[in-house]
């Protein structure tokens, strides 16, 4: 079983849908957990952090649920600029070594 | 402030050449990062280094490749002799608190 594991997709989405992506991870004694973005050609860069709670930023919404170890991220009132491919990534505490899924595409079509 | 700078941005070089690969992480950050990046394996973390000192290496392929970290301003990525491949997007990463934050990569091409 891989670390980290994403629906590779693609999600073709019309614009104003809401989408959700899951991410589910084999190591339970992961701590922290992101939501990172790279559009074509481009760097991941850090969409949001997940925390225990639950949080939110925007249109976007990130739950993390230990018992069945996955993550998960919603975005709401989809935008054409909401297209790229989202990656899950884990690492374990005090441990900057991070695993990041293989990513999963989303397309916002008009 | 400057984001993570890499150079050079593109690379092609024929097969058994050496290349070199360079980094220059965000002033104030101790971990930097090389990863690799291609369509069948994803982003795959090769080496990271805190305070200029390698912690893991596991991930470098092999014996080929080698990074090191001289100063805390600037660290480098070679691969000797290159082989096809090795064509990937090559990313360096840094960060001070968890979050990475990437450089633009750099796009080997071994012929």
């Known amino acids: 079983r891989k670390e980290v594991e994403q629906d590779p997709g693609p999600f073709n989405v019309p614009e104003g849908a809401t989408v959700a992506f899951n991410c589910t991870y084999s190591?339970?004694?992961?701590?922290?957990f992101f939501w990172y973005r790279q559009d074509c050609r481009k760097e991941p860069k850090l969409l949001m952090s997940v925390y225990s709670s639950g949080n939110e930023d925007g249109r976007f919404t990130a739950q993390l649920n230990r018992a069945s170890q996955y993550i998960s991220l919603l975005i709401r009132d989809s935008k054409l600029s909401d297209s790229a491919t989202y990656l899950c990534?884990?690492?374990?505490?005090?441990?900057?070594?991070?695993?990041f899924g293989t990513g999963t595409k989303l397309q916002v079509i008009p | 402030d400057a984001g993570v700078i890499q150079s050079p941005r593109h690379e092609v070089t024929e097969m058994g050449q050496e290349v070199t690969l360079r980094c220059k992480p965000i002033s104030g950050h101790d971990y930097l990062f090389w990863y690799r990046q291609t369509m069948m394996r994803g982003l795959e973390l090769l080496i990271y280094f805190n305070n200029n000192v390698p912690i893991d290496d596991s991930g470098m392929p092999e014996d080929r490749f080698s990074a090191k970290m001289p100063n805390a301003s600037f660290s480098t990525l070679k691969i000797q002799p290159s082989e096809p491949r090795d064509s990937a997007v090559y990313f360096c990463?840094?960060?001070?608190?968890?979050?990475?934050?990437f450089g633009p990569g750099t796009r080997l091409l071994v012929l």
């Open positions: 990534v884990v690492n374990r505490g005090g441990y900057q070594k991070v695993t």
């Open positions: 190591n339970s004694a992961s701590q922290s």
């Open positions: 990463a840094s960060s001070s608190q968890g979050t990475q934050y």
